[in-house]
C-alpha cells in the first residue's frame, strides 16, 4: 500500500502527471511529471476494465504497487507518477519481471 502522502487522487493531478514524459514498457505506461514544488513525490495507478475481470485489474494493480512503494522514495521532491496498465500484457507477466520494467522504464523517465 502506498502511504496516504504519496498518493494521487484528484482528477488535476492525474491530468498534470499525464501531460509529464511518457515512457512505454511492454506491460505498462510511465508518465512523470517534474515540479519544483517542495511537495512529497505522488503516484497513481490506471488499470481499465480492458485489462480484465475485477480480479485481475486488482492483482495488476497490487503488483504495479508493489513495484513503485521501494522507488517512490528515490523521486525528487514534487513528482507525479502514473502507471498504466496495457491490457492482457500486464495480467500476464509475473511480478518480478513487472518490477524489472518498471526500474528500467523509470530508470528512462529520469534522464
Do not use: C, Y
Amino acid at each position: 500500500m502506498l502511504p496516504v502522502a504519496n498518493r494521487l487522487r484528484k482528477k488535476s493531478d492525474f491530468a498534470i502527471a499525464l501531460s509529464g514524459r511518457k515512457i512505454n514498457s511492454k506491460s505498462f505506461q510511465l508518465f512523470l511529471h517534474r515540479s519544483s514544488e517542495n511537495a512529497p513525490p505522488k503516484a497513481g495507478l490506471i488499470v481499465a476494465k480492458s485489462v480484465g475481470n475485477s480480479v485481475v485489474r486488482h492483482r495488476v494493480a497490487r503488483k504495479l504497487r508493489h513495484a513503485i512503494s521501494p522507488i517512490l522514495p528515490l523521486l525528487p521532491n514534487g513528482s507525479l507518477l502514473v502507471a498504466r496498465a496495457f491490457p492482457q500484457s500486464a495480467a500476464d507477466i509475473s511480478s518480478t519481471q513487472l518490477r524489472d520494467e518498471f526500474e528500467v522504464a523509470l530508470k528512462k523517465a529520469l534522464v
